[in-house]
């Protein structure tokens, strides 16, 4: 694989977590803010990169989708927002999560100088990302936000790395206030970024579609979608444009989503 090159799509996991959900033991748990917590898991999974995403399995429970933050080790990080997340939010160090993956489309690499905008808890998939951008030798620049100051987690390995980093806050109570599109707009405005990738939510994701077609940016969306097999088979995950996040996602490309419309 080139090394200014990421792949964007691999039809079926490999390796180790490539069939049924298998166990693995919880090495670490980091507090991010009042209901986000990471959980670094006590395996790698090398093949994996930014973007792609695993199923997670607790048993009598069932199984969720989650975004990786990290693959040497596991990492994800969740926000106890349901039944799930709720329950793997009990679990403590020692304690066993069931994983398969990875699944779907992740980030590739376009241009020098990346804009990379996380939306709430789209913070911590970033940060993989910015970090693998940054040891090609790329010049990332991040927006992170929040609806406040308490909402916001995970700025410092962006200052280990020397990225810079604009925060907003809806409520002002920490960085910019307001949303993340008026920094998104300021940065393209003034051609400090020469492509775009976000994750976060919905409404989040249609304004930057809508910034990186008016600046005729490149631009990769990471959207999320419940997902019931994660292969392409149920039909769940099907977006508004009648892409199959599971395997044609979760990221899109911009110009691909609007040659489909």
């Not at 748990?29 to 695993?54: C, D, K, W």
């Not at 916001?152 to 920490?174: A, L, Y």
Request: net charge negative; charged share 20%.
């Amino acid at each position: 694989m080139p090394t200014n090159s990421l792949p964007r799509l691999i039809p079926r996991p490999e390796g180790a977590f490539a069939a049924a959900p298998r166990p693995v033991r919880i090495a670490r748990i980091v507090q991010e803010n009042y209901r986000i917590r990471s959980y670094l898991l006590a395996e790698t999974m090398p093949h994996a990169y930014p973007g792609q995403f695993v199923m997670a399995w607790l048993p009598g429970i069932g199984e969720k989708p989650f975004s990786m933050a990290g693959n040497a080790p596991i990492k994800l990080t969740l926000a106890a927002v349901g039944k799930f997340s709720e329950a793997v939010h009990t679990l403590d160090e020692g304690e066993t999560l069931w994983i398969r993956g990875p699944f779907g489309r992740g980030f590739s690499i376009e241009g020098e100088r990346p804009l990379l905008v996380g939306g709430g808890y789209g913070a911590a998939p970033i940060a993989w990302l910015a970090e693998t951008l940054w040891r090609r030798g790329k010049q990332p620049v991040v927006v992170l936000g929040g609806r406040t100051a308490d909402d916001i987690f995970g700025t410092e390995p962006f200052d280990r790395m020397g990225i810079p980093v604009v925060v907003t806050t809806e409520d002002g109570s920490q960085g910019e206030a307001g949303r993340v599109t008026a920094p998104v707009e300021r940065l393209l405005a003034t051609e400090v970024a020469d492509s775009l990738c976000a994750v976060g939510p919905h409404g989040m994701l249609k304004a930057l579609e809508a910034a990186a077609l008016a600046h005729r940016i490149p631009a990769q969306l990471s959207w999320e979608a419940f997902m019931g097999c994660a292969i392409g088979l149920c039909g769940m995950c099907e977006h508004e444009d009648g892409s199959l996040l599971c395997v044609e996602g979760p990221v899109l490309d911009v110009a691909t989503r609007n040659e489909m419309r």
